[in-house]
């Protein structure tokens, strides 16, 4: 079945950075997706990588795919204590139905000032 | 600003007393989704509406109901809750046929079920 994994939680201080790992199973994925959950908040769509890349940079945020081993890393350089969240892994099911995401559990990252 | 709003944010219940969750959008986006979310777990897809065309989820149980009765509104119905119908409850949306699979979401209702 498919599954997306990451590990519960992370912590940090502040300046510091983070990495927050994901397994996924559909290697035939387009997009493979990072959202993030503030306390009190739905998720929202933090940054995207395509398939066909190894590496996306943007601002703060480094997302690393790495396809043979199906491992989708986020890194958030100089993190600060607004960065504290739940970072939600996701990737569109088997079978190419593009309406639809699998989510991973979450990282719960906490960030010590 | 555009956005997905819940009503309510909070809901108690009685076991087994029906209740109902709202959801309305003012993106106008044309695919409505509902998801429960339990404590340290992944949001669980239940059912999701492309326009009027309502796609359920196989393992979703039949407790669960959805209505969509125009692009803006979408309503959860649980028709008889158990305490394991406890958890949050998050609506999104997207808008059909980007390749790109944005989800909008909603902050969620928590559902207390007593």
């Known amino acids: 079945g498919e599954d997306v994994e990451q590990s519960l939680f992370l912590s940090v201080r502040e300046g510091d950075s983070s990495v927050i790992n994901c397994t996924y199973t559909d290697s035939s994925s387009t997009y493979l997706y990072w959202y993030k959950q503030e306390p009190g908040a739905g998720l929202q769509l933090l940054t995207y990588i395509f398939s066909n890349m190894d590496m996306k940079q943007d601002q703060r945020l480094t997302v690393l795919l790495n396809k043979k081993d199906k491992h989708l890393s986020l890194r958030i350089a100089d993190t600060q204590t607004g960065d504290s969240a739940i970072y939600f892994c996701a990737e569109p099911p088997q079978g190419g139905a593009t309406n639809k995401l699998i989510f991973g559990s979450g990282t719960l990252l906490a960030v010590q000032p | 600003d555009a956005m997905v709003i819940q009503n309510p944010r909070y809901q108690v219940t009685q076991f087994g007393k029906p209740v109902t969750l709202s959801c309305s959008q003012t993106l106008n986006h044309n695919v409505m989704y509902w998801y429960q979310q339990k404590s340290s777990q992944a949001p669980k897809l239940l059912f999701h509406?492309?326009?009027?065309?309502?796609?359920n989820e196989a393992d979703t149980p039949d407790n669960f109901q959805s209505r969509r009765p125009n692009t803006s509104f979408c309503f959860l119905d649980i028709r008889s809750p158990g305490l394991g119908d406890a958890a949050m409850y998050l609506c999104?949306?997207?808008?059909?046929?980007?390749?790109?699979?944005?989800?909008?979401f909603g902050p969620g209702t928590r559902l207390t079920v007593l």
């Open positions: 999104a949306t997207s808008r059909q046929g980007q390749v790109l699979n944005e989800q909008f």
């Open positions: 509406y492309y326009d009027k065309d309502f796609n």
